[in-house]
């Protein structure tokens, strides 16, 4: 008998951290969280900020799809809420941008406050323009295939890290750093103490050299 294969774009359900949680990261610096993460669960360098000065914080809407295929994108902007960041595996395909300056709006409008994407984007002066902050691999002008599969909702490989919905994403000019949720509450104590010690250390090398 014959079986058919069907392939579509299946979605998860899951729990968000608290807002105030998340927030709470948005006072301190990736390199700060990362320190306090045992400087583990960072994202590797080569995922940066599209443009210069871009930084956001929230909860992780992971997003798996076929490479150079943003079918499971679009279907995502169905579930983000305020305060999600899109993550994206695309598998680090450089032959096709996943998002551009309309999912970056779309995004936006749905109150996401970033996109983070190991893979490539296009548009980057309109997304420069609109001061959306999306963070990926590359740019290039080749638009996405859009036929699926893809998955939702579910822990995503990001820049070698893995990332599950409702993980804190915090991301600015350094890169981007995954906090996971069972864990959050106690990485912000050690950010507020790592970020303590670093400013008695940029005083004490002030004072040294004045
Ligand atoms: O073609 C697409 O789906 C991606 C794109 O260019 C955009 O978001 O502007």
């Given amino acids: 008998m014959a079986t058919t294969l069907e392939l ?13 949680l998340v927030r709470a ?17 960072i994202v590797d360098g080569g995922i940066s900020p599209v443009w210069e000065g871009a930084r956001c914080v929230g909860s992780a809407l992971p997003v798996l799809g076929a490479a150079g295929d943003n079918a499971a994108v679009i279907e995502a902007l169905n579930y983000i809420q305020p305060g999600d960041v ?5 598998f680090g395909h ?3 941008a996943l998002v551009g300056e309309q999912l970056s709006q779309r995004f936006e409008a749905a109150g996401a406050t970033g996109a983070v994407i190991d893979g490539y984007i296009r548009d980057r002066a ?6 959306f902050p999306v963070f990926a691999r590359g740019v290039t002008p080749a638009g996405p295939f859009k ?4 998955v939702i909702g579910e822990p995503v490989a990001i ?47 002030t004072r040294e050299y004045s």
């Fill in 147 to 150: 036929n699926g599969p893809g």
């Fill in 8 to 20: 579509t774009v299946r979605t998860a359900s899951w729990t968000r951290p608290p807002r105030e």
């Fill in 126 to 131: 309109t997304i420069t323009e609109i001061k």
């Fill in 86 to 90: 899109v993550v994206i595996n695309g």
């Fill in 94 to 96: 450089e032959h096709r």
């Fill in 25 to 41: 990261f948005e006072a301190f610096p990736v390199a700060n969280i990362g320190d306090a993460m045992e400087r583990l669960g």
């Fill in 159 to 205: 820049g070698g890290i893995v990332c599950s919905a409702g993980d804190i994403v915090a991301a600015d000019d350094d890169g981007v750093v995954i906090i996971p949720q069972a864990r959050a509450a106690e990485i912000l104590e050690r950010v507020i103490a790592v970020a303590a010690h670093e400013a008695e250390m940029t005083a004490e090398i």
